[in-house]
């Protein structure tokens, strides 16, 4: 074999390793980088669930507080958690397709503004906002019950959000978690986002709350009644 062709055959063998070398290199890099920003958004992710946490409780404190020293007088003297409506609310004949109605819009409303929104750059501080409502809602209501019934009104307000939220709950923790991970994907994955499979997660996530509506709307009923019905208020 001549000279000239084994020196030719040479050449391309070591080129062609040296192709073979750089995409492996390649390849390696972008493991590593895409292991990096796995990475970034695991620690993201719980640094901002811990925040919401925070937040939560921080804000559910408030609301106890806020009953106990600014609103104890106005609250006991108003119809919040009022014995009357309790007291009457076992004996009132309600209109369960017309509660249904209500009840969906107003929790499909709050979800598709978590959905919606929760791929903006307000995302992050529209569920902190969420979870600072719910956290002062939560408080203000169970201080409320507590200064009307005692220990009573914890009864009370378990039997008012029970079964609902062992729906309602789980999806608000786990489309929260799913919009975090959306929203630190840098902006090249979400303009190649596909928006009909992001519609599809909406639509599973109203599904599922549908279900929380039927629970609240027929079921919370008659268990808020027979817990009325259990307990004696007054006493």
């Not at 070398?21 to 590593?32: A, C, R, T």
């Not at 209500?102 to 992050?124: A, C, D, P, Q, S």
């Not at 799913?178 to 109203?206: A, H, M, P, S, W």
Request: charge should be positive; include cysteine; hydrophobic fraction near 55%.
């Amino acid at each position: 074999m001549p000279k000239r062709f084994q020196l030719c055959l040479l050449i391309k063998r070591n080129t062609a390793n040296f192709k073979s070398f750089k995409l492996y290199e390649l390849h390696i890099m972008n493991k590593q980088h895409v292991s990096v920003k796995v990475n970034i958004i695991l620690k993201t992710k719980i640094v901002h669930k811990k925040l919401f946490l925070i937040l939560f409780m921080v804000s559910f404190l408030s609301g106890i507080v806020f009953t106990n020293v600014f609103g104890r007088a106005y609250i006991l003297g108003v119809g919040l958690m009022g014995e009357y409506f309790l007291l009457n609310f076992q004996h009132t004949q309600i209109n369960f397709s017309r509660l249904f109605i209500y009840v969906f819009k107003e929790r499909i409303k709050l979800f598709l503004l978590i959905g919606i929104l929760g791929i903006t750059n307000i995302g992050i501080p529209v569920i902190s906002l969420l979870f600072m409502w719910l956290g002062f809602s939560s408080g203000v209501l169970l201080s409320v019950a507590i200064l009307k019934f005692g220990l009573k009104g914890i009864l009370v307000c378990m039997g008012g959000i029970f079964p609902q939220f062992l729906i309602y709950i789980p999806v608000i923790l786990f489309y929260s978690d799913k919009i975090i991970d959306k929203r630190f994907l840098n902006k090249k994955t979400l303009r190649k986002q596909n928006i009909i499979e992001y519609i599809l997660f909406l639509v599973i996530g109203i599904i599922i709350i549908s279900i929380g509506v039927i629970l609240e709307s027929y079921i919370n009923p008659f268990i808020l009644k027979s817990l009325i019905n259990l307990i004696d208020l007054n006493g």
